[in-house]
């Protein structure tokens, strides 16, 4: 059961504190209640992990993947999530599904987060470009494994948020900037891999021509309020374009800037 081996961990190292704590008096018990605090959200992300990985196998008839890629699970492992939720929802911050992070956006559910990542296909030396920064999560999830993540959020407050805890993690790879993804990141672009986090009618032209050869975009497409479904779009080394159906989502709208 690897899953529950951090799990295990962290059980006896808690039980270990709580020997010994009444033996040390009242600092040691204030280091106790610490350490069994940052055990339980050990715990937690690890067990968000194993529904992850229990899900991936469920819908493996549909995405075609059973197991994550082992970079994926390292950086869910790693990334701490409740960094990038409300404080009033921390204690929700390793459930499994999406959670309001205001201005009518949600931080999408991890597992989703899991399968773009693992479906982007992308390592270490790569640049990666994001439409939708919303909490920040999935830049944070992208910068574990690739060299660059490029991250456009439209909605000004979200951008400004998100930032924060990126910066407060140390992930001085991430690049954050305020603006209408739909015309991508012309600047630094070609990418290597592009994942939109925002549901589009269709697969924005300019996001194609950004894309590297060989390269690859996941994107989750549909009218708004109807259905939806995730996309692999890959760009062959002669350019030439494939697209597969992976998966029935539900998304929040990529929103166009007026003018
Ligand atoms: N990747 C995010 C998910 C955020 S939900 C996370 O890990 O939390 C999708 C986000 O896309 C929202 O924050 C929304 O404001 C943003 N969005 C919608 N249309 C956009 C556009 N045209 N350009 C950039 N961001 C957009």
Redesign the pocket.
């Known amino acids: 059961m690897p899953f529950f081996i951090f799990g295990t961990e962290a059980g006896s190292r808690l039980r270990a504190l709580m020997i010994a704590a009444p033996l040390a008096g009242f600092a040691c018990l204030a280091g106790v209640h610490m350490n069994a605090e940052a055990d339980d959200v050990l715990v937690r992300r690890e067990r968000m992990v194993a529904d992850i990985a229990q899900l991936v196998r469920e819908t493996a008839h549909e995405t075609g993947r059973a197991v994550l890629d082992e970079r994926v699970i390292a950086a869910l492992r790693k990334v701490e999530r409740q960094r990038?939720v409300p404080p009033e929802l921390a204690a929700q911050a390793y459930d499994n599904r999406p959670l309001s992070?205001g201005?009518?956006?949600?931080?999408?559910q991890p597992f989703i987060?899991a399968l773009m990542t693992d479906l982007l296909g992308v390592g270490p030396g790569d640049r990666v470009l994001?439409?939708?920064?919303?909490?920040?999560?999935?830049?944070?999830?992208l910068a574990e494994i690739v060299a660059r993540v490029y991250?456009?959020?439209?909605?000004e407050p979200?951008?400004r948020m998100?930032a924060r805890p990126l910066a407060q993690a140390g992930y001085r790879n991430v690049h954050t900037r305020i603006?209408?993804?739909?015309a991508g990141w012309p600047e630094e672009a070609p990418f290597d891999g592009i994942?939109v986090?925002?549901a589009a009618p269709s697969v924005p032209q300019p996001l194609i021509d950004q894309l590297k050869n060989g390269g690859r975009m996941v994107i989750p497409l549909g009218a708004q309020g109807g259905a939806q479904s995730l996309f692999v779009i890959a760009k062959d080394a002669n350019g030439a374009i494939s697209r597969r159906k992976v998966l029935d989502v539900r998304?929040?709208?990529?929103?166009?800037?007026p003018g």
Not at 151 to 155: G, H, N, R
Not at 179 to 182: A, C, R
Not at 251 to 257: A, E, G, K, S, Y
């Open positions: 990038f992070i201005q009518g956006q949600t931080i999408s987060v994001e439409v939708g920064t919303g909490s920040g999560y999935q830049a944070a999830v991250s456009i959020e439209i909605v979200l951008g998100a603006g209408d993804g739909y994942i986090t925002a998304f929040v709208p990529l929103t166009r800037r």
